[in-house]
Structure formats: structure tokens, C-alpha cells
């Protein structure tokens, strides 16, 4: 018997759709992946950036007070007995402020105070003159001659605080002899057994 109809496919055989039945990938989806990876870049670039970027020079350290101060031996001064006085001048370079905290002497024998009295500041940049005055407790221990003295200056800034020795000079090693000598009647001094206590 025969007829006339479809076609079936065979086993093991399919249809194919023409290829312009098939969709289209979609551009959106590319879009997606595409904005991950844009993204990772351009952090990755400014990572690099900030990482290797120039970097301004730290600000200079600030210096110790002993480092801006100078103190210069001016002039004597007349005072009551078994007591002595002189000027000095200090200087304080610009910078940051500077509080004068202390000032001393070495000699045991001896008390200091200035004029004004410690602690008081002076302003960075300028110069202030300071009245010094000394008084004698025991003659036998205090030098006859001195040799380089020296006046001690505790100092101050947001750096540090020092004690720093300035040695006057000349001028000031002959003043504080002969001021001495006048204090204590030109005498050498007494054993340090038997020191020789002046009364005020």
C-alpha cells in the first residue's frame, strides 16, 4: 500500500532550525561582566597612584632651647656688701617660644636669683637684659680666682627642657674675681673644715 505524506526523520536524525531562528546573544549581558573588571582596574590604577604618589618632606625638627640662646657679660654692679651683681644680655634666635626657668651658679658658697625672677619668657627673636645678683654664704668655699666661670640657665621650649652653662668671658672671669676678693676682705679662703659664714 502506498501514500503520500511528511516526511518523518529517520532515527537518529533531528531538525534543525535555520539559523535565523536562533536568538541573538544578548549585549547587556556582555555589559555586566565588562563592569567588574572596569571597576577593579581603575581602583587598582588609583591604588598605584596614592601608593607612589610624592610625598611632601616632613617639617624640620624643631631645635633644643641651648641651641638658640646666647647669654653676653655686659657690666658690674655696685652692691651692698658680701653681695654682687651684673648685667647679662640674652638672645633668642627666631623660633619657637623659650621660658627661662632657672638661673644658678656653680660655687657652693654662693646663692643666685635674676632679675625678673625665674621663670619668665622671652620672645623668640628678640633680646632681654637680665640682672644677675649673688650672695656670698662661705667664703671657704668659694674660689679666689676663678678660672672660666661660668653662669648655669635652665631653659625650655616645646622640645626639651636644658640646663646649659654659658661661659661670659674675660671680662666677666675679672669682675667676679675681684668681687670675690672684696666680699670675702681678699683673703683666701678658709678650710672647707672651718668655712667662713658671712652674715647678711
Known sequence: MTGIG?????????????AEARPAPRPWRRRTLLIPATACAVLAAGAALW?????PAPPPELP??????????LVGRS????RLAFDVRLAVEPGPPLTVTRVSQPYAGMSA????????RTAAGSSRVITVTMRVTEC???P????LPFLEVT???????QTQSFILGPRYTRYLSRALGEACGESTPSSPKHPRRLNS
Do not use: D, M
Request: no cysteine; glycine share 6%; proline share 15%.
Open 79 to 82: 652692691t651692698a656688701p658680701h
Open 113 to 120: 636669683e635674676s632679675e625678673p625672677r625665674a621663670p619668665f
Open 51 to 55: 601608593i607612589t604618589r610624592p610625598r
Open 144 to 147: 679666689k680666682n676663678a678660672a
Open 6 to 18: 511528511p516526511l518523518e526523520p529517520g532515527e537518529g536524525t533531528w531538525a534543525r532550525e535555520p
Open 140 to 142: 671657704g668655699r668659694v
Open 155 to 161: 631653659l625650655r621650649n616645646a622640645r626639651a627642657i
Open 64 to 73: 633644643f632651647p641651648a641651641q638658640t640662646v646666647t647669654v653676653t657679660f
